[in-house]
């Protein structure tokens, strides 16, 4: 089976996202939204149901809020400008020319940065302001490490908060800035 898409739910607002991979009746997605509905959940009295059928069924019953989603304005690659409030080219044990990229694919929680090496990691959002990646890899094999890569690396998982002011996105911490982006078209 290969990827899917589904809706992403809390039933409160202190609760996580949860992925819910059916259906609600009447209801139609937009990308770039996040909603707040009134819904039925029904029990499925068809017995026995196939493995891959919800035992319920979701209705929409109202559309309390429909909101513009600031997240996936991350949804971009972004341009490194800064590595702890150091411009990335005046790094200590930089030996990269071009400024490394990232990119961030909310759809596929992932992230993908060239920085002389390739990496990939996973990506998650909390909230609007807290992040988590993780399982960073390097997926060049002919990837030479070193200690700039390496830093880079240890931020990218040191990251727990996400700010974006304009064209700028920094990867934070609680003790602030840990990488700064300058968003690229």
């Known amino acids: 089976m290969g990827p899917t898409h589904c809706l992403q739910l809390k039933r409160n607002e202190t609760d996580p996202w949860q992925n819910h991979?059916?259906?609600?009746?009447?209801?139609?997605?937009?990308?770039?939204?996040?909603?707040?509905?009134?819904?039925k959940?029904?029990?499925?009295?068809?017995?026995?149901l196939p493995q891959d059928i919800s035992s319920f069924t979701y209705t929409l019953l109202e559309?309390?809020?429909k909101t513009w989603d600031k997240t996936v304005l991350l949804n971009d690659i972004w341009g490194l400008t800064s590595i702890d409030g150091t411009p990335w080219y005046n790094y200590p044990g930089n030996k990269t020319a071009l400024p490394p990229n990232l990119e961030i694919n909310l759809a596929n929680r992932t992230l993908f940065a060239q920085v002389g090496c390739e990496l990939k990691g996973n990506i998650t959002l909390i909230d609007g302001k807290n992040i988590r990646i993780d399982a960073i890899q390097v997926t060049d094999i002919d990837c030479k490490r070193d200690d700039w890569l390496d830093t880079v690396i240890r931020r990218l998982g040191q990251t727990t908060q996400y700010r974006i002011k304009?064209?700028?996105?920094?990867?934070?911490n609680d003790k602030g800035p840990l990488l700064t982006f300058k968003k690229i078209d």
């Open 21 to 39: 991979y059916g259906s609600i009746a009447g209801f139609s997605y937009e990308p770039g939204f996040q909603y707040k509905l009134k819904v």
């Open 166 to 172: 304009g064209r700028e996105l920094q990867l934070r």
């Open 41 to 48: 959940k029904t029990e499925n009295s068809n017995n026995p």
């Open 63 to 65: 559309e309390l809020d």
